[in-house]
């Protein structure tokens, strides 16, 4: 599903530029759970945000269901981030004026969805991230934690097969946090990739593979099936 081939970023600024990401090669299943691991600074958003084409690589390859993110022109990135990715960070991104169920029509309407669909499959997603009969509630009414289902439900919201997840417990508390884990293993289970950065070792460890980044690099293990010359590196 996800192929990166010696993906780099770098930041401008001062007389070089900032290197985020130095050569990352690796490769992601359909249905697989990622976690990416590592010390803050090492790349782990930057990552996220190329992943999830909000941002593009200074160069390296990065293909996304078999499409070539360069060759993407600017309609098909937006139609492909509303379409085929979900995003979940950890400041939630709700807008506090709107209720839950509003929030997560959000994407629908964008969609062009016809209201009472919209409404409809606002309310299943609610349900099935545990949040049935809050649906009027606005996310000042709701705890952190339920928050955070509200963004997994407006991530859901257009069938993504791609859910990516920058550090989406981290405002969390710990019972809250497996609460959240436990819907992202769950949507793995039906099929979804799951790719998530997290500071909790105990969550990366309930992952089925954990991407381990270092100053910008791959420190371990090495990228499953990892693409191109590479193979059978360490
Ligand atoms: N927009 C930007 N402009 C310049 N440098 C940036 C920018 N965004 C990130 N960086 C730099 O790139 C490096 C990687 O940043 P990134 O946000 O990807 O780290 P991270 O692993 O997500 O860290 P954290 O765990 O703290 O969230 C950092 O050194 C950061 O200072
Ligand atoms: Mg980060």
């Not at 945000?49 to 990065?62: A, Q, R, T, V």
């Not at 993110?69 to 939630?92: C, P, T, W």
């Amino acid at each position: 599903m996800i192929i990166c081939r010696d993906l780099h970023k770098t930041y401008e600024g001062g007389k070089t530029g900032w290197p985020a990401l130095r050569g990352l090669t690796f490769s992601i299943d359909r249905g697989e759970f990622v976690a990416v691991t590592g010390p803050s600074g090492c790349g782990k958003s930057t990552l996220l945000n190329i992943l999830g084409l909000l941002d593009e690589p200074s160069c390296g390859s990065y293909a996304l269901d078999g499409l070539d993110a360069a060759r993407m022109s600017d309609n098909e990135r937006s139609a492909a981030r509303l379409h085929r990715i979900g995003f979940v960070f950890q400041a939630f991104h709700l807008l506090n004026r709107l209720s839950a169920l509003e929030n997560v029509c959000l994407p629908l309407m964008y969609a062009g969805e016809g209201k009472e669909d919209m409404r409809r499959r606002a309310h299943d997603l609610l349900a099935r991230v545990g949040l049935k009969g809050k649906e009027r509630k606005t996310p000042l009414e709701l705890s952190g934690g339920e928050r955070q289902r509200v963004a997994i439900a407006r991530a859901l919201a257009n069938s993504p097969r791609l859910l990516l997840a920058d550090e989406p417990t981290g405002n969390l508390d710990s019972s809250s946090s497996r609460e959240v884990m436990d819907i992202l293993l769950g949507l793995a289970g039906e099929g979804m990739t799951v790719v998530m950065v997290t500071h909790d070792r105990e969550l990366a460890a309930r992952a089925g593979r954990n991407i381990r980044m270092r100053d910008g690099e791959i420190e371990s293990p090495s990228g499953r099936g990892r693409p191109g010359p590479q193979d059978g590196e360490k």
